[in-house]
Antibody, heavy 118, light 110 residues
């Protein structure tokens, strides 16, 4: 049973960089899946951030592309999110998720809340 | 990129059926059968309920069904139960090789 677990700082200063990691357990990050990041501002809907394949190929939300980097570490079986130049608008619950087929996310982490504030 | 359009809320009584919509464009919902639906209870992560327009993952009750016509996808829940009360999000693949979600629909079981 594949499980995902997000980790990282819960508070980031404005103009700083948000860095999160998603640890994959019960399976290999090298499997034929895309690994995604999704966020949800308080009281609002889901926003897709981007994804990475085990080959290292990435795709990003055009609205965030200039600030986002997603990478993976096969030795640690995890993938990461970096979002730079953050503002209060980046305050959200951040989820990592596995995309199994056809753009469907079948496994989600529990989420980690990140607040951007000085 | 624009989010898919969902009604803010729908409601129904226990035992009834409800249908909620998800409207996109010819660049996403209308051009791909890669529409998914997610259920999210307060304080919880989303749960995949439907993928590829109408397929249910193992463990999802057959009370949940999906369909699509043109640029609009729909989720129908029959035999409403109290535990179905949640937020529901649709998602779709798009022609720019990206994913997008709807704004979400809050389902209230009266």
């Amino acid at each position: 049973q594949v499980q995902l677990q997000e980790s990282g700082p819960g508070l980031v200063k404005p103009s700083g960089t948000l860095s999160l990691t998603c640890a994959v357990s019960g399976g290999s990050i090298s499997s034929s899946n895309w690994w995604n990041w999704v966020r949800q501002p308080p009281g609002k809907g889901l926003e897709w951030i981007g994804e990475i394949y085990h080959s290292g190929s990435t795709t990003y939300n055009p609205s965030l592309k200039s600030r986002v980097t997603i990478s993976l570490d096969k030795s640690k079986n995890q993938f990461s999110l970096n979002l730079n130049s953050v503002t209060a608008a980046d305050t959200a619950m951040y989820y990592c998720a596995r995309e199994v087929v056809s753009d469907a996310f079948d496994i989600w982490g529990q989420g980690t809340m990140v607040t951007v504030s000085s | 990129q624009s989010a898919l359009t969902q009604p803010a809320s729908v409601s129904g009584s226990p035992g009834q059926s409800i249908t909620m919509s998800c409207t996109g464009t010819s660049s996403d919902v209308g051009n791909y059968n890669y529409v998914s639906w997610y259920q999210q209870h307060p304080g919880k992560a989303p749960k995949l309920m439907i993928y590829e327009v109408s397929n249910r993952p193992s463990g999802v009750p057959d009370r949940f069904s999906g369909s699509k016509s043109g640029n609009t996808a729909s989720l129908t829940i029959s035999g409403l139960q109290a535990e179905d009360e949640a937020d529901y999000y649709c998602g779709s693949y798009s022609s720019t090789s990206t994913s997008r979600f709807g704004g979400g629909t809050k389902l209230t079981v009266l």
